[in-house]
């Protein structure tokens, strides 16, 4: 007996030891208290401290249970009433092209702009010239201009571009960035004429009266004429678009430290915005070797996550193939993208009922257009599935989301498709009711452009779909109710990355006029936030490390002016992100 007794001393003393030297090192790097803390946690949705060691959650809970993971060494941070949260995550954004536009002329109407008639925009790009004269030949690029905003609600034609210039090649990219506008001087650049035929996947614009161009560009002919001006000449510098064909030979020398320089204020913006998780959703070109380069020099603060278009890198996937899912000094390959149809506003993207008011040029019958076709788009996702590699799916028009579907279902019959891919829908704008159920049937995730009820909610109201169709438009709600993880984006540049104004819109879904656009679509703002933050970091199937704030997950937070879950609905985009924070470190201040 006293031997027993004396055994189990000595245990309790081993352990009391083996407690003491694990508290010893558990102490915290840092405390942050004073203010609302959100977890996004369903257990324990708010707390009073959080700490942190290494860059990950030592601790989240109380603060009286905080106290023996503290010590003279740990820093201790009031937030002074202010909100912390998990950082934003941005699951389907255009990195490499925001840092590309960085340097071209900004054409954004209101809000974030103050391009709102063709006579500004014109006298805009005077005033680019004037500011800095370009040599001949020279491109004049600008990005931004919305005909739905726009009062003249039309696109410019190349002939009020004449009117800026005849000598330089001028070239406007429309908000969505799925169409352009080009001057004369840029079409002969191009190699275009009133007798060029189509692009396969694009369209050139034309007078539906003498079958001449106006200038107007879309899809893949607008992608190609971008690329004409903004990459590498060949031997003769004289770029050319080959009728017919996917691609082409292309533009102007780059200067790969000036595009570095861009990818890092492009960066910054992001961080501005409180996002720690930052998306590429449709690397394509010289962009590829950008990101390499970046991580290579160490030159992330955040996360980046990338996905290359399919149809332009599927002749080397095996390449890829190694580097899927692994972060490699802060930048991972997530998937793949693909394009099927085109942008809403723009109205471009694949319908199966007639645009409201057709755009220009076009019959009444006009439901825009697909880029793939079945067969193409099933032998690309067989492939990427047989490698067990996911995929983003750019479907705005309801025919377009019904084309993925159909497909998707087809793989799924065939089991060489399963809902752990997480394959995700992005924009689904022009849903219907009735694809609601299958999504969720087929395990697919909806990431909703949400901005697009507030910034184009009137348009599509009153142009694009009508009342009717604009009311189901990102229907969040629709997607709680049916059990299905929907996260929500910003598509920047399209916006700037502005995920509380996606959150704002997802919450109100007030257009600019104060029309409520579909009222039952409407959902909370912790549900939106949760769209941003825990079901944003399961759709990159990063949920085991990112999107709340939760014991052993990265310290990536964003510190708000404001409560969003206690202020005023109609007043979330007053809030303001005061401190972005990746793994514990302070990548940005405002």
């Known amino acids: 007996m006293k031997l027993r007794t004396l055994l189990y001393l000595c245990l309790i003393v081993s352990l009391s030891a083996c407690k003491n030297n694990t508290a010893k090192e558990d102490k915290a790097d840092a405390m942050y208290y004073g203010g609302t803390i959100l977890t996004m946690e369903e257990e324990n949705p708010e707390v009073e401290v959080v700490l942190l060691k290494k860059g990950s959650i030592l ?25 912390l949260m998990p950082g934003f995550i941005d699951v389907h954004g255009h990195f490499t092209s925001r840092a590309g536009m960085m340097d071209v002329v900004d054409l954004s109407p209101s809000p974030y702009g103050s391009v709102n008639s063709i006579p500004d925009l014109q006298q805009t790009l005077k005033q680019q010239l004037e500011k800095q004269p370009l040599a001949a030949g020279q491109p004049l690029i600008g990005n931004g201009y919305d005909d739905a905003i726009m009062v003249e609600h039309r ?62 560009l879309e899809e893949n002919a607008s992608f190609m004429a971008l690329l004409a001006v903004t990459q590498k000449a060949d031997p003769q510098g004289h770029p050319n678009i080959q009728e017919g064909e996917d691609t082409f030979v292309i533009g102007t020398d780059s200067l790969q430290d000036a595009a570095l320089k861009n990818l890092l204020k492009a960066q910054e913006e992001w961080l ?113 599935f047989q490698h067990r590699i996911t995929a983003q799916l750019h479907v705005n028009g309801d025919a377009a989301i019904d084309q993925a579907l159909r497909v998707i279902e087809r793989l799924k019959n065939e089991q060489l498709y399963k809902p752990e891919l997480r394959v995700t829908l992005i ?18 995730i909806p990431s909703y452009f ?4 507030y910034l184009w909610g009137d348009w599509h109201y009153s142009s694009v779909f009508g009342p009717e169709r604009a009311a189901f ?47 039952d679509e409407r959902i909370s703002p912790l549900e939106a936030l949760k769209a941003i933050t825990i079901r944003a970091a399961y759709q990159l199937q990063e949920e085991d490390r990112k999107g709340s704030l939760k014991v052993g997950k990265l310290a990536d937070m964003v510190i708000l002016s404001q409560n969003p879950l206690t202020i005023q609905p109609e007043n979330l985009r007053d809030i303001t992100v005061l401190e972005t924070i990746k793994e514990g470190l302070s990548v940005y201040k405002k």
């Open 59 to 83: 601790y989240a809970g109380s603060r009286q249970d905080a106290a023996p993971y503290l010590d003279e060494k740990t820093a201790q941070i009031d937030l002074k009433g202010k909100t």
């Open 155 to 216: 696109h410019p034609t190349k002939a009020e571009l004449d009117a800026v210039s005849t000598t330089i090649p001028i070239i406007i990219i429309h908000a969505s960035g799925h169409a352009s506008v080009g001057n004369s001087a840029l079409l002969q650049l191009l190699g275009l004429n009133d007798q060029s035929k189509d692009p396969v996947g694009g369209h050139l614009g034309r007078d539906p009266k003498t079958g001449k161009l106006t200038g107007k």
């Open 272 to 384: 501005s915005y409180g996002q720690t998780t930052i998306c590429d959703g449709r690397t394509m070109g010289e962009s590829i070797g950008l990101l390499k380069e970046a991580a290579a020099k160490r030159l992330f603060k955040a996360d980046i996550v990338y996905f290359p278009d399919y149809e332009s890198v599927k002749a080397d996937l095996s390449a890829y193939i190694p580097d899927y899912m692994k972060y490699h000094n802060r930048l991972k390959l997530a998937g793949f993208k693909f394009s099927n149809d085109g942008s809403p506003q723009g109205k471009t993207a694949w319908l199966t009922q007639p645009y409201l008011v057709p755009p220009e040029g076009q019959k009444a019958s006009y439901k825009g257009f697909p880029i793939f076709t079945d067969s193409v788009l099933y032998a690309d996702l067989k492939t990427l």
């Open 427 to 444: 924009h689904v704008q022009n849903s219907r009711p009735d694809h609601i159920q299958k999504i969720k049937d087929l395990g697919l």
């Open 450 to 453: 949400s901005t697009h009820t």
């Open 473 to 519: 438009i990102s229907p969040a709600q629709s997607a709680l109710k049916a059990g299905i993880p929907f996260t929500i984006h910003h598509d920047a540049p399209v916006t700037p990355p502005d995920l509380i104004t996606a959150v704002y819109a997802a919450v109100n879904r007030k257009t600019r006029s104060g029309r409520i656009l579909g009222p």
